[in-house]
C-alpha cells in the first residue's frame, strides 16, 4: 500500500530532474507521513508523477526516492536488481587480490539511500541510516544471501537521537567472525572489528589518499598525523619511507589500536610516537618547542569536543590549519580533509587561502581528492560527495 506525497510545486521541476531526497521543506502534505517505512508515491502538486520511495526520518531529510518507474514497486525484486547491479559495478574489487575491503553500495548512489553496505573479505557490514529503510532490512540480508558470497552479515543502525549509533551486538546471520579481520588495502593488512561500536577501524573513503601519501609523498619526510583513530595514514606513511610518524589522537583506544595496525605491518611501533592528547594542545605544544614536520596530515571529524576545545569544520578550519602551519617545513606538505557536507569544494580551498594568507605564508594545492570510485555519487545528488582532501605544499 503507497501513500501519495505532494512535492510543492517549487521543488518540482528538482524532483523531474532526479534529485532522490526527499527534503521536509518540499512535501506539501506532511501530515501523510505517520509510521517510518511506509512505501510512497511521489507527485507535485498538479498530480505529476515524480517517483517512488520509503518514508525515513534522517537528519539530512524525511526519504528517498528509490525509482523513478511507474511500473516499480518498493520489495524484494527492486533491492535484488540495485544490489546485483552494484556488486556488477564493483568486480575489480571483487577480484583485487591486494584490496579486500571496500564499499559494496554508497546509498543514494547506488539507487537506494539511507543505506550503505561494506564489504570486508567475504563479510558484509550493512549501515542503517533510518528506522525507515531499516523497515527493510529482510530484504536486502535475502538480498545480499541469495547474490553474493557471503560468509557472514553485520549491521550498525544509526538511527537513535542525532543518527547516533544504537549500542546492539550487530551480528545478523551467516558465520561469526573472529576479530581483529585483517583485510588487505593495496597489499596493507589492516585490522577491523566488525562488532565493536559504530566504527570499524578504518575509514575506508580515505583509500585514494592513503596511496597517494605511500606512494608519492611520505619518503623521507618526518609525518605528524593528527586526529589520527587507529592510525593507518601513519602506518602507510611509515611503509612508504617516512623517517619518522607521530600519530595524536584524544581517545584511550587510539594507542592499543595504532600499535596494533602498526605491528600487523611488521613495523616497530616503539620506533614511532604515539600519542593520547588534545591535538590542539599538541599543536601548541609543538610550536613552543619548535617542532617542524615535512607532512602534516588533518582529518578531523565534522564536530568534536574535548574539555577545552571544541573544534567545528565549518567554522574552525581555517585556525587548524594556521595551527598546521606554523609547525610544518619549508616544502613540506599539508593533506587538509573534510567530510563535512556542509563545506564545498569551493568553501573549503577558500579556507586554504585564507589561513596561509593570514600567515602570510605561499603555498601550492598539489593533489585533489574526493571519494573513491566505490563510493558511487548520484549524479542529481552532488552534496552526496562529501569528501574533500587537498595536498598543500608550503612554498
Known amino acids: 500500500m503507497e501513500t501519495t506525497v505532494k512535492i510543492k510545486m517549487g521543488f518540482s521541476n528538482k524532483y523531474q530532474s532526479g534529485y532522490p531526497l526527499l527534503m521536509k521543506e518540499a512535501i506539501a502534505n506532511p501530515q501523510v507521513l505517520t509510521e517510518e517505512g511506509q512505501c510512497l508515491n511521489v507527485v507535485d502538486e498538479k498530480g505529476t508523477y515524480i517517483g517512488k520511495g520509503y518514508y525515513g526520518r534522517q537528519n539530512k531529510g524525511a526519504g528517498w526516492i528509490l525509482t523513478n518507474s511507474q511500473n ?16 556488477g559495478q564493483r568486480r575489480s574489487f571483487f577480484e583485487d587480490p591486494y584490496t579486500t575491503a571496500f564499499r559494496l553500495f554508497n546509498g543514494e548512489g547506488d539507487g537506494i539511500g539511507g543505506l550503505t553496505i561494506d564489504y570486508f573479505d567475504g563479510f558484509y557490514l550493512i549501515n542503517w541510516y533510518s528506522e525507515g529503510i531499516y523497515r527493510f532490512k529482510s530484504e536486502v540480508v535475502d538480498a545480499l544471501l541469495k547474490h ?18 544504537v549500542e546492539d551486538d550487530d551480528f545478523v546471520t551467516g558465520e561469526r567472525g573472529e576479530f581483529p579481520l585483517i583485510v588487505q588495502e593495496n597489499g596493507v593488512n589492516v585490522a577491523v572489528y566488525l562488532n565493536e561500536g559504530a566504527m ?25 598525523n593528527t586526529f589520527s583513530y587507529t592510525g593507518a ?8 619511507g617516512a623517517q619518522k610518524t607521530t600519530s595524536v589522537d584524544l581517545a584511550n583506544r587510539s594507542l592499543p589500536k595504532t600499535i596494533e595496525q602498526f605491528s600487523l605491518n611488521g613495523l616497530d611501533y616503539e620506533a614511532h610516537d604515539i600519542i593520547v592528547e588534545d591535538v590542539f594542545k599538541y599543536f ?36 587548524l590549519l594556521q595551527e598546521a602551519i606554523a609547525i610544518t617545513e619549508e616544502n613540506g606538505v599539508i593533506v587538509a580533509s573534510t567530510n563535512h557536507s556542509g563545506v564545498s569544494p569551493k568553501k573549503f580551498r577558500s579556507f586554504v587561502d585564507k589561513a596561509f594568507k593570514e600567515m602570510g605564508e605561499k603555498y601550492k594545492i598539489t593533489d585533489t581528492f574526493s571519494l573513491p570510485e566505490d563510493y558511487r555519487v548520484h549524479p542529481a545528488y552532488p552534496e552526496g560527495n562529501y569528501l574533500k582532501v587537498l595536498f598543500i605544499e608550503r612554498v
Not at 605544544?285 to 564536530?303: H, N, T, W, Y
Open 148 to 165: 553474493t558470497d557471503c560468509r557472514g552479515i553485520y549491521e550498525k543502525k544509526r538511527f537513535a537521537t542525532d543518527g547516533k549509533y
Open 200 to 224: 570499524v577501524g578504518v575509514f575506508m573513503d580515505q583509500r585514494d589518499v592513503r596511496k597517494a601519501i605511500h606512494d608519492r609523498y611520505a619518503e623521507g619526510r618526518t609525518v605528524l
Open 284 to 319: 601548541k605544544r609543538a610550536e613552543r618547542r619548535g617542532d617542524r614536520f615535512g607532512m602534516v596530515i588533518l582529518d578531523p571529524p565534522s564536530f568534536a569536543r574535548s574539555k577545552k576545545f571544541t573544534f567545528s569544520a565549518a567554522k574552525d578550519y581555517v585556525n
Open 233 to 240: 595514514f601513519s602506518v602507510f606513511a611509515s611503509l612508504g
Open 72 to 87: 516499480d514497486t518498493i520489495g524484494q525484486q527492486l533491492f535484488d536488481r540495485k544490489i546485483i547491479k552494484a556488486a
